[in-house]
């Protein structure tokens, strides 16, 4: 069974760095594609980040790029997400999801439990 | 960048009810378009990828439609445990940009 769990939420200043973690099991982070999503509280969601299966495409959220980055440890079966230059409108729940690509399609299909960031001075 | 956006935002219904949620994007996606349903409190799950492919274990009175820009999610004969935000998300390029949602209520 897939699971993921999110950790390394906290409370940060602007400006400040962090990085989450997604731990995962029942799969290798290296098999499939992984994501970032995340949930402004109230709002809706927004994709930060992808990182493929193999780890040669990575892309990036707009409001994201030159700021976070994506990566993954095969050893570990881990997955990350550094967050620097932090700003107010990145306080959100942030969740890690595996990319699954089939049936000419592309989606993210499972989801940890989310980690909860907040931006504030 | 492509947008997505849904209508309605909200809708009400009842038990039984058909309802049918719509989609569009502002440039051609082909059928890279999935459907996810979130509760209060928990993570999203997908419903429908691919435009019209039922994930498993989700019941059969979910199913989607659409291809190019236009798509729509349908659940014929609502169940209380329906009541739920519903988001679409394209998957076409390198992006995969959500709708805005489109909350489900009673």
């Known amino acids: 069974e897939v699971q993921l769990l999110e950790s390394g939420g906290d409370s940060v200043q602007p400006g400040g760095s962090l990085r989450l973690s997604c731990a995962a099991s029942g799969f290798s982070v290296s098999d499939l594609g992984m994501a970032w999503v995340r949930q402004a509280p109230g709002k809706g969601l927004e994709w930060v980040a992808v990182?493929?299966?193999?780890?040669?495409?990575?892309y990036y959220g707009d409001p994201v790029k030159g700021r976070f980055t994506i990566s993954r440890d095969k050893s570990k079966n881990m997955l990350w997400l550094q967050m620097n230059s932090l700003r107010a409108e990145d306080a959100a729940i942030y969740y890690c999801a595996t990319l699954l690509i089939s049936a000419g399609g592309r989606w993210f299909d499972s989801w940890g439990q989310g980690t909860l960031v907040t931006v504030s001075s | 960048d492509i947008q997505m956006t849904q209508s309605p935002s909200s809708l009400s219904a009842s038990v039984g009810d058909r309802v049918t949620i719509s989609c569009r994007a502002s440039?051609?996606?082909?059928?890279?378009l999935n459907w996810y349903q979130q509760k209060p409190g928990k993570a999203p799950k997908v419903l429908i990828y691919a435009a019209s492919n039922l994930q498993g274990g989700v019941p059969s009175r979910f199913s989607g439609g659409g291809s190019g820009t236009d798509f729509t999610l349908t659940i014929s004969g609502l169940q209380p445990e329906d009541f739920a935000t519903y988001y679409c998300?394209?998957?076409?390029?390198?992006?995969?940009?959500f709708g805005q949602g489109t909350k489900l209520e009673i």
């Open positions: 990182i493929s299966a193999g780890g040669a495409s990575i």
């Open positions: 998300q394209e998957s076409y390029d390198t992006s995969y940009t």
């Open positions: 440039q051609y996606i082909s059928r890279y």
